[in-house]
């Protein structure tokens, strides 16, 4: 099985068309990277084994997501990352209202920027709020504030050469429409958005009219096995919408790149990516 894995991967061609394509996009292992793959993993690798796991599945960039016991090996995890080859082409930042200070933010947040000058990381960093930060807020507040912090944020990464996109997770900042409104008030900053399928269920019906909104912002999207009634996590392939809506994005044009995600508690991360390539690939 260790032989054959990296066979499927480097043979995966997955070409979606469209009537309204008039090309083919590819969706190669160049366009591929995986998430979710540091808390949600039951063998609790080390850094050097989760690259090690990269490497033998054939995937060549991740984004790294973290709990608080994964931040003194963060950095370790970023140059063996860089000394293979593996592009972390994203870190992740989750404010709660207990970061809503303009002056500063919560330890564990203080610690990824720490990291990123350490090392000297470039890339992006994704960005989600607790739905406290925006509690009893009217939609003109919580827009007002978000933007706030956006900006705080946006300034400090690109202190750093890295960029911000925001990232939705439910609640009112899951709706990409109101983090298109933090976006168009802060038209002086390089922000983007990732788009989520694991919190898209309720976004079914209008992701056509979803698409054409974010699609001058998007810069990665998360695929996810899709069914209305749930689960949350479902294998690529196993849902009755994903199909239809990754030949949505790219017939509208999206070019960028697509997640593969861990994200299932209690199990080997691994087997987990496995079934999401398998997927993807039929």
């Known amino acids: 099985m260790k032989t054959y894995i990296p066979i ?30 540091v808390p949600y993993d039951s063998m609790k690798r080390s850094p050097t084994e989760r690259i090690e ?33 593996i592009d972390v082409i994203a870190l992740w930042l989750w ?43 009217s939609d003109a507040d919580s827009v007002n504030k978000g933007a706030k912090m956006i900006a705080f ?29 933090i976006i168009k008030a802060l038209p ?3 922000l983007g958005l990732v788009y989520n399928f694991h919190h898209a269920h309720n976004q079914i019906d209008d992701f056509p009219e979803m698409v054409t909104i974010m699609l001058p912002y998007l810069w990665n999207v998360n695929l996810d096995g ?3 009634e749930g689960p949350k996590i479902l294998p690529i392939g196993a849902g009755d919408y994903e199909k239809e809506m990754i030949e ?24 987990i990516l496995k079934a999401n390539l398998d997927g993807l690939r039929n």
């Open 153 to 181: 944020l946006s300034n400090k990464a690109a202190a750093l050469n890295c960029k911000i996109a925001l990232y939705n997770h439910g609640d009112w900042f899951g709706e990409p429409e109101n983090q298109i409104k």
């Open 226 to 228: 899709l069914r209305k």
């Open 95 to 137: 404010i709660d209202n207990d970061s809503n200070s303009l002056e500063g933010l919560n330890s564990s947040n203080e610690k990824v920027f720490s990291v990123i000058q350490e090392v000297g990381y470039e890339g992006q960093i994704w960005v989600s709020f607790n739905a406290n930060f925006f509690e009893n807020l």
């Open 53 to 85: 796991m990269l490497k033998d599945l054939g995937i060549t960039k991740y984004a790294y997501d973290w709990r608080s016991e994964h931040l003194p090996y963060m950095a370790e995890e970023l140059r063996l990352a860089k000394k293979n080859d």
């Open 188 to 190: 002086n900053e390089d």
């Open 8 to 37: 499927l991967i480097t043979s995966l061609l997955i070409i979606i068309s469209c009537k309204e394509v008039k090309e083919d996009h590819i969706i190669d292992p160049e366009n591929i990277y995986a998430w979710c793959i």
């Open 248 to 271: 949505l994005l790219i017939a509208k044009g999206y070019m960028g790149d697509f997640g593969i995600l861990g994200h299932v508690e209690e199990a080997d991360v691994k087997t």
